[in-house]
């Protein structure tokens, strides 16, 4: 017990140095249209390279920094360097693709947040079409008002706004109805079993048409196989993320996947 809590302070502390030493980078994995086979966007996930520990997944760090309040130096780091990396690939002739950015639910809930993005759109110069602002069920559900009227705010702006994370969370569909969202992302956990769990694959099934019926977008996380990618073309599944065609990679890598634009 004592020597778990002395492990998470002196992570901390690491945590608070690797803000201010570059030692978090941004990995990016495309989202894909299950139709077409192209991408459509692109979704920044955030790497910690630890000078001893090697490489720390952000499902072991961003837990910690939501507790400490380092989470805001973070996600607001995350916002500035995906839009910075987006208009320079812009600007270095690829076709504009939307940039996804998670935010954790004690951000999207600041009276701030939406002129923080803003800001940052401005400093960087990235047009709001190109910038999508990822919250979890769960994370909306905890202050339902501030978080609609953010993302109302937000989305006048011209940033999209996803449900992460989907079907996860306690949200009644009356509550989603009220969301100003453009993308639901059907959370991992269903989408990995639906060959195998006829449950899973009724419930994917339902978001699908429960996308549709709200006009929304939809999005398959998770998705590592042919055969599940067939499954979801067969039930007109929208978008899909996922291993089978790119795990996040590092911008220098990426690169390979987006198009150049024409020049004439
Ligand atoms: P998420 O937003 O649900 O992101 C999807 C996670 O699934 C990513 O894990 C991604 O690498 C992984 N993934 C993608 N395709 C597949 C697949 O085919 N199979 C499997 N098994 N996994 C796949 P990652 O990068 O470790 O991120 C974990 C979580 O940490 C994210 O879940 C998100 O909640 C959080 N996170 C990541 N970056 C940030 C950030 O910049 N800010 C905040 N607040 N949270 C972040
Ligand atoms: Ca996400
Ligand atoms: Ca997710
Ligand atoms: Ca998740």
Redesign the pocket.
């Known amino acids: 017990m004592n020597r778990s809590y002395n492990q998470l302070v002196s992570l901390e502390g690491d945590l608070r140095e690797a803000i201010s030493k570059d030692q978090l980078s941004?990995?990016y994995?495309p989202k894909v249209d299950v139709e077409s086979g192209y991408i459509n966007g692109l979704?920044?996930?955030?790497?910690w390279k630890h000078p001893a520990k090697g490489v720390i997944?952000?499902?072991e760090f961003?837990p910690l920094?939501?507790e400490t309040g380092l989470?805001t130096r973070?996600?607001e780091w995350?916002l500035y360097e995906?839009c910075r990396q987006n208009q320079e690939w812009i600007e270095l002739g690829y076709a504009p693709e939307r940039i996804a950015?998670?935010?954790?639910a004690s951000?999207i809930q600041k009276d701030d947040f939406a002129y923080k993005v803003q800001r940052i759109l401005a400093i960087t110069g990235l047009a709001p079409e190109y910038l999508e602002i990822?919250v979890?069920e769960n994370s909306v559900m905890q202050h339902t008002e501030d978080c609609i009227r953010t993302m109302q705010y937000l989305k006048s702006m011209g940033v999209s706004l996803a449900i992460?994370?989907f079907g996860t969370g306690y949200s009644s569909l009356s509550y989603l109805r009220q969301f100003p969202i453009h993308y639901l992302?059907i959370?991992?956990t269903f989408t990995?079993d639906v060959l195998t769990d006829p449950s899973d694959a009724e419930i994917v099934k339902a978001m699908i048409r429960l996308a549709d019926a709200f006009k929304l977008g939809v999005v398959a996380?998770?998705?590592?196989s042919e055969e599940v990618l067939a499954f979801l073309k067969e039930n007109q599944c929208q978008f899909y993320?996922?291993?089978?065609f790119s795990?996040?990679l590092p911008p220098e890598e990426i690169v390979h996947l987006l198009t150049k634009q024409s020049v004439y």
């Open positions: 941004l990995h994995q979704e920044a996930l955030v790497r997944s952000p499902n961003i920094a939501e989470i973070i996600d995350v995906a950015v998670n935010v954790s951000e990822e979890t992460d994370d992302k959370d991992q990995k996380e998770g998705v590592e993320q996922g291993y089978y795990r996040p």
